[in-house]
Structure formats: C-alpha cells, structure tokens
C-alpha cells in the first residue's frame, strides 16, 4: 500500500532554516504529483507547495513564494521542501501528499516550529 513517511521537522529560530523529506513507497513515485501542506496550530490545514510530476513545474502558497523550495529525487522516491526565511507564522505540522484516482494519501506529519 502507499505510505508517505515524513521528516526533518524541529525547533529553529526565526530566520533560520530546516529541509524537510518525505519518502514513499508502494508506487510508482515519478507518476504522481507530490504536494506538501501544513496545518498552524488551531487552524484549518493549507497548501503549502506542489511539484508536477509531467512537466517539473511548481507551485507555491503566496505566503511561503521566495523562501520555500520544492523538489524531488525520483531514484529515492523522495520529495523535499527546503524552508529558508523562516518565520513564527510558519510554525505548524507540515504533510507530505499525492493525490491518486481521486483519492487522498497523507504522511504522518512533521512539527516545524519557528520561535521568535
């Protein structure tokens, strides 16, 4: 079955940095789109970043464009997002996920928490 395991979350002060991973298994990794969201703290979970599988393009939340980068290494079946610039607004758990046949596969989650 799909699993989606993330990691690289932690404590970091504002203006620092973290990359974070999120590794599958159980498909065909570099026929899907892999996307990364995250839910603040008493808040509803938002869109964060996306990489397309077809063509590489990406697409980034307002609130995370110039300090945040996704990517992929399809051979380690792994996606990354790179978080520069950090802010205390950007604290929250971050998930990793795909989207296939209309059906929704989430990782665990990662704490990333910005202190100010």
């Known amino acids: 079955q799909v699993q989606l395991v993330e990691s690289g979350g932690g404590l970091v002060q504002t203006g620092g940095s973290l990359r974070l991973s999120c590794t599958a298994s159980g498909l065909t990794f570099n026929q899907y789109t892999m996307a990364w969201f995250r839910q603040p703290p008493g808040k509803d979970r938002e869109f964060v970043a996306s990489h397309i599988h077809k063509d590489g393009s990406t697409y980034y939340a307002d609130s995370v464009k110039g300090r945040f980068t996704i990517s992929r290494d399809n051979a380690k079946k792994t996606v990354y997002l790179q978080m520069n610039s950090l802010k205390a607004e950007d604290t929250a758990v971050y998930y990793c996920?795909?989207?296939?046949?209309?059906?929704?596969?989430w990782g665990q989650g990662t704490q990333v928490t910005v202190s100010s």
């Open positions: 996920n795909l989207r296939i046949l209309g059906r929704d596969y």
